[in-house]
């Protein structure tokens, strides 16, 4: 509803307005009235409203002194001026001023209601337009900071648009910050039907900082994090702003709107072109949250030595790990548990950081071995934050390995029981692509070996599993492709015949084709 406020110095004629009129009908509330300018101003000056009907001649302050003190504090401001006097010089300066109209007294009420229904109907227009345009702008624009910190743009193409956008490119510092929001993980069924307008709050708080200063771009991701990416000429007096304007963004969250945010800030790059490994980095850097207490910003460059590798001297070996998982065989799955962290404990030089980011790869591991079996179990389903609360109340060592082996206990657990909702067949061409997948494997080959027609094989496979044949063979191969990568130094050439394709370059297609990116960009990042 539009606000209007009227001053006169004539109380028949300023109780009149106030009365006469139903301005509920006009979709307005009058929300004031002053019988002087002076009065009107002090109480419109801190906060406006759409349309002030006001007299021209008034003791202390006129009506167009009014206009034009208001002016400039609220430019919006729609001004319908009365005056008992056909002045050309009033009218003269109220035209100047920008006024809807001059009505002279006795006013006639009809010409009045239809000055303010006009007037109502211009600020609903240029409303509507400013909107438009602002969300037309918005669409072009997040589609353009998407595919750049998605690494989908041709450098020339890139430099064009951020140019129309006006995002310097020359600068030599660029970093970016990943907002993820919090949701109540107790929240009930109301509580997630707001969940969407409390996402769109945060965005228009992120924007609305952001906007405030001229290095900073906010936006909201394809996986509905909030983004900003900051840039400069200095990285040294850039940095701190950044982490500033971070911490206080998360500080007016919580404040105004009672909202938790997890904020990772990833690395710090020198080119433009490179923006889009800083935001993987702040994305890698969310599996990590809760390393750290709940009000820190998660930094790539103090989390680089800590938690995102193992020491040197420590091996981590995931096939055995995942091997044991699979194989259901409980006593030696805790007994590699204990081992490993045996190991951590022996090391002189490791850091708590360190040896809890080694109970969360393993729980994180876990999970993934029962999502990736397609099982609906409440592993798969959990947040991180149900995976790691007992995690992070542990003091010792003994306590973390505990932990870690009641979720893998219960992993195999579920794995043996939930063997029975796959068809013998399809538990076996799942077994065949587990330890042949480097093997040339296809449904016509399969189906000689099992004496079952290749079509029916095929849809039996996608109507049990969720997926094509190919699609869940393609998939494993690069998941074992993606180990090789992270914990090897084997060649991307010697990986791709390891895991199946003889053809390296339809390897490097299959690989980003399910990863987004290159191997030797994987292996980097």
Known sequence: MRKLFIVDDEPFILEGLSSVIDWEEFGIKLSGKASDGRDAFEALKQSGVDILITDIRM????????????????????????????????????????????????????????????????????????????????????????????????????????????????????TVAAIKTVQDINGSSSRSMLWEQENGDVYSLCREQAERTDSCFCFNDLDGDIILIFTGSDAHYEQPKALALLSHIRNELKQSLGVQVLITLGSQESSYLDVSQSCHHAKRLQEYFLTNAEDEIVRYDQMLGDALRFPESITVDWFEYEQLLHSKDKQAL?????????????????????IHNCAIDLILCTKQAVKENKLSHELAASSYKQLFTALFRAHTIGQLAAHVKWIAGTAVDYLSTQDDEFSPVVKQVMHQIQTRYADELSLKTLSLTFNIHPFYLGQLFQKETG?????????????????????????????????????????????????????AKYRSG
């Open 334 to 354: 805790y007994d590699y548990i204990d081992e490993l962290f045996a190991k951590l404990q022996s090391m002189d030089a490791i850091s708590p950081g360190q």
């Open 59 to 174: 003791p202390e302050m006129n009506g167009l002194e009014l206009i034009r003190r208001l002016k400039p504090l609220y430019p919006d401001m729609k001004f319908i001026v009365l005056s008992g006097y056909n002045e050309f010089d009033y009218l003269r300066e109220g035209m100047r001023l920008g006024i809807e109209n001059y009505l002279l007294k006795p006013i006639n009420i009809k010409e009045l209601t239809e000055t303010v229904s006009s007037t109502v109907q211009k600020i609903e227009n240029a409303d509507r337009y400013a909107y438009l345009n602002r969300n037309q702008l918005d669409i072009l624009r997040n589609n353009v900071l998407n595919r750049w910190l998605t690494g989908k743009f041709d450098p020339l193409e890139l430099k064009n648009r951020l140019q129309l956008l006006e995002i310097p490119t020359d600068n030599s510092f660029y």
């Open 467 to 519: 997926e094509s044949f190919s699609d869940y063979l393609n998939s494993y191969r690069i998941k074992i492709a993606q180990k090789l990568l992270r914990t090897t130094a084997m060649k991307a050439s010697e990986i791709s015949k390891h895991v199946g394709y003889w053809e390296p370059g339809y390897f490097y297609k299959q690989f980003k084709k399910y990863t987004g990116v290159s191997p």
